[in-house]
């Protein structure tokens, strides 16, 4: 299935193409550390929506995932007008969370790779069950 030009493979990881603008970059004209967040962010969000799963849908029901933990690893710089790809695949499914794997790609390489806990939260901020269809929908077994 293609979203917004990512789609899933057949291996079952979501790819996302991320071009790097120069409000991406700082002075050296590398990727500045934080933006390599907003890129998996957005890869994240296409990667529920692929899957059927919206925020808009999740806020409305008065849920909505937060990031409980992320670890980053930088292994080589990102450049301005760089195309790049985000790898994003589910490794675990827990009760109220998912375990996510994402790396960045540039031509073939791996250039920076992501550990992710995200966790399905209420409107007072505690961690609630996924609902079924949630979990249907995540587990890709």
Do not use: W
């Amino acid at each position: 299935m293609t979203v917004f030009g990512g789609e899933f493979g057949s291996d079952g990881v979501y790819r996302f193409p991320v071009r790097v603008y120069f409000e991406d970059t700082d002075f050296s004209t590398n990727v500045y550390h934080a933006a390599y967040l907003k890129f998996f962010e957005r890869a994240r969000t296409e990667f529920l929506r692929a899957l059927g799963i919206h925020h808009f849908e999740l806020i409305a029901g008065g849920q909505a995932f937060a990031i409980r933990e992320m670890t980053i690893s930088y292994d080589s710089p990102a450049h301005i007008d760089d195309l790049l790809e985000i790898a994003t695949e589910m490794t675990e499914v827990g009760r109220a969370r998912m375990v996510l794997r994402q790396t960045l790609v540039r031509d073939g390489e791996i250039i920076c790779r992501a550990g992710v806990v995200a966790v399905l939260l209420n409107e007072k901020g505690r961690p609630v069950r996924l609902p079924a269809r949630l979990r249907g929908l995540l587990d890709r077994d």
